[in-house]
């Protein structure tokens, strides 16, 4: 009895050919699955940092990417979840799950969902809301800014931890 081998891969491509290559459909899945989240987000999705003032860019930032300041950390999936640790700098901390949804303009709103941890008194309440927008600060560099939404709470600025490694890094990106 004679058997053949193809080896793996290239076996199969040989047997096969390119329609039914595993691998075919996956891609084609992924490509979409990014295409709809650019389109979820329009055209706010990527914004390419650099800019005036010689400000050393560190590529482009999304909604999506890690954004990080002094006790605080903001990560959000494309499935319009996430997670958001926020602190005051001294003990108080608290880490929600979250909810996000995108604004006719280049803005998403995240609103607080369910509480995970907490230390201290406490650093926000169900349902609280934020506009998060994502703006060049002067040198260039592409900062999120988390605006509340009611009174009594100061806008916080978040940056990408490339961001807070970079040179001439924004003061608001120190922690």
Known sequence: MRTHSFGGFAGRIRRHGIASRPWT?????????LLAAVALVGGSATVHAGGPGGAVGVGPVSFFD???????????????????????GAM??????????KNPSDSI????????????????????QYIATIQPDPTGFQLLYLHPIGAGQPTRTYCTPAEAK??????????
């Not at 459909?25 to 699955?33: D, N, P, Y």
């Not at 108080?92 to 949804?101: E, F, H, P």
């Not at 995240?110 to 349902?127: D, F």
């Open 25 to 33: 459909q996956t891609v084609l899945r992924m490509a979409s699955a």
């Open 66 to 88: 890690e954004w990080v300041a002094h006790d605080s950390r903001l990560q959000l999936s494309q499935s319009g979840t996430g997670t958001f640790t926020i602190g005051d």
């Open 92 to 101: 108080d901390t608290d880490q929600w799950s979250v909810t996000w949804k």
């Open 109 to 128: 709103t995240i609103t607080l969902a369910t509480l995970i941890a907490r230390s201290g008194p406490g650093m926000g309440n169900v349902g609280d």
């Open 166 to 175: 970079a040179p001439n890094t924004p003061q608001a990106c120190r922690t």
